[in-house]
């Protein structure tokens, strides 16, 4: 297993089991120091408490559990306070959380074997309940820095994200007008000078009589033709880009689709139902559209998941891309909704619809129909 680097310092991260088996030594290593391996009841739940903590990441609730009675058997405190700490680094119960705190200080405080009821808690004891209190609660308040700390890092890497994807819809943006203004400058001034050059050729293939001067007429009148097939052609494509830069580069196809839904950073499920090949230009719509809603799905709505649909039914390929409810609240991001105007725009090229809005349950649907065959 290859150890990842944490990215200040360059130093390699402890894995998970070899740390949870340090902290199991240092757990009891502090019950032989502490009051050492006496009765067989103690030594028994001190053992118990020690062990839970291999239990810290999967079940941090039933680790703290077992932890529990260690410290009312004993003085041995370090593997209850890292229950404690491993509970509130992985819970946002904060209620939950006060409970465990006071039930940490209650057993600190009460003596073992506990005698009758009436005399289990003295004046005297004020003091100890309030250190209880203080370790308990820094033990969880330490456990829920830890937490925030993970949630802003995940925060700021989905703002890097999202900031770099404002940065190429500028670029696209300003990318589109040039080219729209070199449609302009296609249509109006070359398109213009080859069709007289086309005419000229005509008319002068009509009143020569010279068959070499005819020949050339007529070979130069056919290139011109073509070249104005060619013109209104490449005007076309600059009219219609918006998407990709250039399509030169490779584009994206289904087959690259379970690879984008696998790596969007999100829980999703992908089911593809399709009957036959699709045209590069629809699958690289359907690519487009899913790739924008699983962006936003993360963007707007934190710790969701998302269902993909292609379905293809009756010469019509359908694209669904519907995500659940947050469970976080999302920042509020800079957000000029250009994907969705590119992919609108994409769809209606080739002779499809886009539909997107939220669903009953507070989630949110983006759906993409698009005929088999694009015009």
């Known amino acids: 297993m290859r150890r990842r680097w944490t990215p200040r310092t360059g130093r390699r991260a402890i894995p998970g089991p070899v740390l949870d088996a340090g902290l199991v030594v240092v757990s009891l290593l502090d019950v032989w120091v502490q009051a050492g391996f006496g009765p067989r009841s103690d030594s ?6 020690s062990c839970a903590l291999l239990l810290r990441r999967r079940a941090p609730l039933v680790g703290f559990v ?6 009312l058997t004993s003085f041995a405190l370090v593997a209850a306070l890292i ?3 491993s509970l509130a680094a992985h819970t ?3 209620p939950l959380l006060a409970v465990c705190a006071a039930a940490f200080a209650g057993c600190y405080v009460l003596p073992w074997p506990a005698p009758r009821v009436g005399g289990i808690v003295h004046a005297s004891d004020v003091p100890d309940l309030a250190y209880g209190l ?5 033990a969880a308040l330490l456990g ?3 937490q925030a700390r993970r949630d802003l890092a995940t925060r700021l890497a989905e703002i890097t994200e999202v900031r770099e994807h404002e940065q190429f819809l500028a670029a696209q943006s300003v990318l589109a007008k040039e080219r729209a203004q070199l449609a302009r400058e296609m249509h109006d001034v070359v398109s213009h000078q080859v069709s007289l050059i086309a005419v000229r050729a005509g008319a002068l293939q009509v009143s020569t009589g010279d068959p070499d001067a005819k020949d050339a007429a007529s070979t130069i009148r056919r290139l011109s033709v073509r070249t104005l097939d060619e013109l209104r052609h490449m005007v076309s494509v600059l009219r219609a880009s918006g998407g990709p830069p250039t399509e030169l580069t490779p584009q994206p196809t289904l087959a690259q689709l379970h690879a ?4 969007c950073g999100i829980e999703a499920d992908l089911d593809v139902d399709l009957t036959g090949d699709l045209p590069a230009p629809v699958q690289r719509a359907i690519y487009r559209t899913v790739q924008e809603a699983l962006t936003n799905a993360r963007k707007h709505a934190p710790g969701s998941t998302a269902r993909v649909e292609v379905r293809q039914r009756d010469g019509t390929v359908r694209t669904a891309v519907t995500n659940t409810a947050p469970t976080r609240p999302a920042l509020p991001l800079p957000s000029a909704s250009h994907g969705l105007i590119g992919l609108r725009q ?4 080739l002779g499809g619809v886009l539909e997107s809005g939220p669903t009953p349950d507070h989630g949110y649907r983006l759906s993409l129909d698009l005929p088999v065959t694009s015009p």
Not at 134 to 138: E, K, N
Not at 260 to 263: E, F, N, S, T
Not at 346 to 349: F, G, H, I, T
Request: hydrophobic share 70%; proline share 3%; aromatic share 6%.
């Open 260 to 263: 984008l839904v696998a790596g």
């Open 346 to 349: 994409r769809a209606e090229l």
């Open 92 to 94: 946002r119960s904060r």
């Open 83 to 85: 229950a404690v700490y």
């Open 134 to 138: 203080a370790l308990g609660a820094a």
């Open 66 to 71: 077992l932890a529990l009675p260690a410290v």
């Open 144 to 146: 829920q820095l830890v």
């Open 44 to 49: 028994a739940f001190a053992v118990l408490a």
